[in-house]
């Protein structure tokens, strides 16, 4: 039986990422809009973004809280200042509770907060009240780092509030909207299945990746 032949990747890099999605935005009119890439993946599809768009580059972080074993599955979620979320249907799923997940809650808010103040290195957060803020990752599966990002981000009052991604899972971005005002993406491939598969580049980034792309 011949073998099947390889899935195509959507895009190249983050970078190409960044610039087909940015194709989807462009047309649109901003008002004074910040572009929030969402670390450190989100960070150099939002530089990209940022380009395009002409508007100020910043960054937010928000960690997984993944179940015990398997860390990578995300039950929940938490920023640096906000409180944390959590998948119930997941947590079901699993038999845990959030008071279960208190150490790792506390493992990655320490983390988080370790993030922000390195991206910063002593700068102060971008001023969200009262302009289109879009918040940008590189790819988008369960939603539940993203809502804990556009959460916190909500809290600054901005005018509007768009979440922004070059590929979903089916109906993730669709379970979006009732956290931001509008979700783009450029693909929802059926097949998703992680969001890596859909990169034929996908390193892992670093701390330092990040503030190059951040640096002034």
Aim: glycine fraction near 10%; aromatic fraction near 6%.
């Amino acid at each position: 039986m011949p073998a099947r032949p390889a899935r195509p990747r959507i895009f190249a890099d983050r970078e190409d990422g960044g610039r087909r999605l940015a194709g989807e935005l462009r047309e649109r009119a901003w008002a004074d809009a910040v572009v929030l890439g969402l670390a450190r993946g989100g960070v150099p599809v939002a530089a990209v973004v940022a380009r395009w768009l002409g508007a100020e580059l910043d960054v937010a972080v928000a960690r997984k809280i993944g179940a015990p074993g398997h860390r990578e599955y995300g039950v929940g979620a938490v920023t640096p200042d906000g409180p944390a979320i959590y998948d119930e249907a997941g947590l079901r799923a699993l038999k845990l509770t959030a008071a279960r997940m208190a150490r790792a809650e506390s493992r990655e808010r320490a983390e988080a907060c370790r993030r922000i103040e390195r991206y910063r290195a002593g700068r102060p957060p971008a001023g969200l009240t009262g302009r289109d803020v879009l918040l940008v990752d590189d790819g988008l599966a369960t939603g539940v780092t993203a809502t804990a990002a556009l959460r916190d981000v909500r809290a600054a009052r901005p005018r509007t509030l768009v979440f922004a991604t070059p590929v979903a899972a089916p109906g993730a971005a669709a379970r979006l909207l009732g956290e931001a005002d509008d979700v783009v993406c450029v693909a929802e491939p059926p097949e998703f299945r992680a969001v890596g598969q859909w990169y034929a580049d996908f390193r892992q980034l670093g701390d330092d990746d990040v503030l190059a792309l951040l640096a002034p």
